[in-house]
Nanobody, 118 residues
Framework: VQLQAFGGGLVQAGGSLRLSCAASGRIFSINTMGWYRQTPGKQRELVAAITSGGSTNYADSVKGRFTISRDSAKNTVYLQMNSLKSEDTAAYYC?????????????WGQGTEVTVSS
């Protein structure tokens, strides 16, 4: 499975960005897709995730500002980021977890940089 992320960039504080991540390859229907972020010297952290059934999970720091959604027909996940803050500056990574029977497979996309200027 390959994941390709798009949409990072430079934005002023209070602005918005939308990230996209498209999955291709050997796709299985039972999966979770999510966004993580990482800054230098810190561990990668979950930002938001969405299951194939549509259940979502958000980090407390982004609740009410970020919205994750997916288009299962396109195997694509989106992250709408509003009211951006300087502390949202990070490299954002897309992740897909697939379940095949009792096996779990994790796939990561390349990072896309988000820079929020204050």
């Amino acid at each position: 499975v390959q994941l390709q992320a798009f949409g990072g960039g430079l934005v002023q504080a209070g602005g918005s960005l939308r990230l996209s991540c498209a999955a291709s390859g050997r796709i299985f229907s039972i999966n979770t897709m999510g966004w993580y972020r990482q800054t230098p010297g810190k561990q990668r952290e979950l930002v938001a995730a969405i299951t194939s059934g549509g259940s979502t999970n958000y980090a407390d720091s982004v609740k009410g500002r970020f919205t994750i959604s997916r288009d299962s027909a396109k195997n694509t996940v989106y992250l709408q980021m509003n009211s951006l803050k300087s502390e949202d500056t990070a490299a954002y990574y897309c992740k897909r977890t697939q379940w095949v029977g009792s096996l779990i497979y994790d796939y990561w996309g390349q990072g896309t940089e988000v820079t929020v200027s204050s």
